[in-house]
């Protein structure tokens, strides 16, 4: 029943990495945000990933071990100070002319990005290849 | 099962598909900080399943050995996974594939019987 296990082990980093690319593109969609309902600039957000213990729907039944599944264990809220740009026409502009914008690096967000698109393929690799060998065994009755 | 040989690739594709939830977890917690590359001895597992009495328990997870560790902590190499990813996969392949042969020559010999 190993290899059941396996899919949910995929699908659980595949749903994390979404989770991380969904954070990342919300990051540059408010690269230039300046209110926010908090108050003050948008702030970058990043993710944080823990290692879960999956269990497969059955596995109360089959008593089987577990695996090391991952999850989003956590949003976090860049704390850096927000960029000062000098725009005395900007209508969030403060007394001295300046406006507070997210601190925010593209080339970084894309360097994630990348990379949680990658961790994904990776996933979806690991579960084909392991949906061949539960095909595979199947067709041993064959 | 019907014959050692049978029980023995039986023995070799319940290793490769526990070798496979490791590598299935190496690769979802590729981003994951403090994470450990997870596998197991597969010579020494495969060893005590075949020479061990009946029963033996589940292959002891390790941590891998070897491996640079990013500064978050996490040891994880994308290209090892994927080579033990298709590496997996293609010895469970031959195996199910030799278990099949056994099955197919005990089939035979029961329908040749038949017309004898």
């Given at each position: 029943m190993s290899l059941f296990t396996s899919l949910q082990v995929s699908a659980s980093g595949m749903a994390a990495e979404r989770a991380r690319a969904e954070v990342l593109v919300e990051n540059m969609a408010n690269a230039e945000t300046t209110r926010t309902p908090e108050g003050g600039p948008y702030r970058r957000k990043d993710v944080?990933?823990?290692?879960?213990?999956?269990?497969?729907?059955?596995?109360?039944?089959?008593?089987?071990?577990?695996?090391?599944?991952?999850?989003?264990?956590?949003?976090?809220?860049d704390d850096r100070p927000p960029e000062m740009r000098y725009m005395p026409g900007h209508p969030d502009a403060d007394s001295n002319g300046y406006v507070a914008f997210p601190r925010m690096n593209p080339a970084e967000e894309m360097v994630d990005l990348m990379n949680a698109s990658r961790s994904y393929q990776g996933n979806v690799a690991a579960m084909s290849a392991v949906k061949d060998m539960i095909t595979k065994s199947i067709d041993i009755m064959k | 099962?019907?014959?050692?040989?049978?029980?023995?690739?039986?023995?070799?594709?319940d290793l490769l598909s526990a070798r496979q939830k490791l590598?299935?977890?190496?690769?979802?917690?590729?981003?994951?900080?403090?994470?450990?590359?997870?596998?197991?001895?597969?010579?020494?597992?495969?060893?005590?399943?075949?020479d061990g009495p009946q029963g033996t328990p589940p292959p002891q997870t390790i941590h891998a050995q070897g491996l640079v560790a990013k500064p978050d902590g996490n040891n994880v190499s994308l290209d090892r996974e994927a080579r033990l990813l298709s590496e997996n996969a293609i010895?469970?392949?031959?195996?199910?594939?030799?278990?099949?042969?056994?099955?197919k020559a005990i089939r035979s010999a029961i329908d040749e019987g038949k017309n004898g």
């Open positions: 944080v990933f823990s290692s879960d213990l999956q269990a497969s729907p059955f596995s109360a039944v089959f008593q089987n071990e577990l695996a090391q599944g991952v999850r989003v264990a956590d949003v976090t809220t | 099962m019907i014959d050692p040989t049978t029980t023995q690739l039986a023995h070799y594709m590598v299935t977890s190496n690769m979802a917690n590729a981003d994951t900080p403090g994470y450990q590359t997870q596998d197991i001895d597969f010579q020494f597992e495969f060893m005590s399943l075949v010895r469970f392949n031959v195996a199910s594939t030799l278990v099949r042969g056994q099955l």
